[in-house]
């Protein structure tokens, strides 16, 4: 499959989607997922005045906790021997240069940059050797998180579920692998988390294959892959860069509720 950027906002007072082709926007119609055309009409990237999540609506948002090394032992936590999963509300969804909205009652919100998983067609207990196979593409996410909150639950969707808590984009990308990418955050100007998606504990295909057999994983089901060490605490104001390299960067700016 050929490399391709997707994207979804908002121009001209309409919701769009395109192929992001250098500074231009190529418009498509239909389903980016499956049948789609492009319409010929074209958008400079300066253009878009809102970035959309790149999926609306998908039928679930998973995450994995403690999938780097680094970060399991940071928080204190023993090495899993198996993907740990949770559920994330997909209200928490959000776009590229969106705010991320720090919640009046949590007193420790911190960033967690995430390669993203899209899946494309319906895997429903799928052996680890074609797991890929049901992948889409690929996108930056940052697992936002209100640590007091979710280490006073023990359950871990509430403190991850905040509406803006999921900022995901600019676009996904098509056609690539998914480890070999360097991948961190830059805070405040500040490089602080900085690792390889080449250093997961579960690989994609484990995890896609693992899910899998729990629960039929659906078109535009989105999967957060865990994140390496490296994480800070956030206070409004902050400017947080979530990069992967061949994908892009993903801006969001805390603001306070
Ligand atoms: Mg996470």
């Given amino acids: 499959m050929s490399q391709q950027k997707f994207m979804r906002f908002e121009a001209k007072g309409q919701t769009l989607k395109g192929i992001v082709e250098g500074e231009t926007v190529s418009?498509?119609?239909?389903?980016?997922?499956?049948?789609?055309?492009?319409?010929g009409e074209l958008l400079s990237l300066a253009a878009v005045e809102k970035y959309l999540p790149?999926?609306?609506?998908?039928?679930?948002?998973?995450?994995?906790?403690?999938?780097?090394?680094?970060?399991?032992?940071?928080?204190?936590?023993?090495i899993p021997e198996e993907p740990i999963m949770f559920f994330i509300s997909q209200?928490?969804?959000?776009?590229?240069?969106?705010?991320?909205?720090?919640?009046?009652?949590?007193?420790l919100v911190e960033y967690e940059v995430e390669l993203a998983v899209v899946i494309?067609?319906?895997?429903?207990?799928v052996p680890i050797e074609s797991a890929l196979d049901y992948v889409f593409g690929y996108t930056i996410s940052n697992d936002f998180s209100a640590r007091d909150i979710q280490r006073r639950d023990k359950q871990w969707s509430?403190?991850?579920?905040?509406?803006t808590f999921k900022p995901m984009g600019p676009w996904i990308v098509t056609g690539i692998k998914p480890e070999g990418h360097?991948?961190?955050?830059?805070?405040?100007?500040?490089?602080?988390?900085?690792?390889?998606?080449?250093?997961?504990?579960?690989?994609?295909p484990k995890i896609i294959s693992v899910i899998s057999m729990t629960m039929a994983l659906l078109p535009g089901d989105i999967i957060l892959t865990g994140t390496p060490g490296g994480v800070r605490?956030?206070?409004?104001?902050?400017?947080?860069?979530?990069?992967?390299?061949?994908?892009?960067?993903?801006e969001n700016t805390v603001i306070a509720e």
């Fill in 158 to 163: 509430r403190g991850k579920s905040f509406d």
């Fill in 182 to 204: 360097d991948i961190g955050v830059i805070h405040n100007g500040e490089k602080t988390q900085k690792s390889n998606t080449s250093n997961f504990i579960f690989d994609v």
């Fill in 233 to 250: 605490a956030i206070k409004p104001g902050d400017k947080i860069e979530s990069y992967i390299d061949g994908i892009g960067v993903l």
């Fill in 91 to 107: 209200t928490a969804l959000t776009g590229h240069k969106c705010p991320i909205i720090y919640p009046a009652v949590s007193k």
């Fill in 27 to 39: 418009l498509i119609e239909g389903c980016m997922l499956g049948e789609w055309k492009k319409t």
């Fill in 120 to 125: 494309g067609k319906t895997a429903k207990k």
């Fill in 54 to 78: 790149p999926i609306e609506n998908p039928s679930k948002v998973l995450g994995i906790g403690l999938n780097y090394r680094d970060h399991a032992e940071e928080g204190g936590h023993p």
